[in-house]
């Protein structure tokens, strides 16, 4: 049974960091992304992670400040999060695709599995 379980959220001042993982198991995956849902919008891409070459995309308001990275060996997908924003504010979620994505890997609808979502909150 395949699993993604976020960790890392929570409550941080403006210009501070945090660092979101997502625990995966059951299979691996070629592409793994992070999305986001702030109140009242729809959810958005944030960052992703392709292959074995460590391909990472972002999102234009996230680049230079979000970094996301993979530990194969621990099947864990991470985000840090760094120069937070409040506009960053949102719950925060892990996505993982059975595909080798070349361009679709900021769109939901490529991913198979999602995390529960983990909260991240950055007060001005």
């Known amino acids: 049974q395949v699993q993604l379980v976020e960790s890392g959220g929570g409550l941080v001042q403006a210009g501070g960091s945090l660092r979101l993982s997502c625990a995966t198991s059951?299979?691996?995956?070629?592409?793994m992304g992070w999305f986001r849902q702030a109140p009242g919008k729809e959810r958005e891409f944030v960052a992703a992670?392709?292959?074995?070459?460590?391909?990472?995309f972002y999102a234009d308001s996230v680049k230079g400040r979000f970094t996301i990275s993979r530990d194969g060996a621990k099947n864990t997908l991470y985000l840090q999060m760094n120069s937070l924003k409040p506009e960053d504010t949102a719950v925060y979620y892990c996505?993982?695709?059975?595909?080798?994505?070349?361009?679709?890997?900021?769109?939901?609808?490529?991913?198979?599995?999602w995390g529960q979502g983990t909260q991240v909150t950055v007060s001005s």
């Open positions: 992670h392709r292959g074995s070459r460590d391909s990472t």
């Open positions: 996505a993982a695709a059975i595909q080798f994505l070349v361009t679709a890997y900021n769109r939901e609808g490529s991913y198979n599995y």
């Open positions: 059951g299979r691996t995956f070629s592409t």
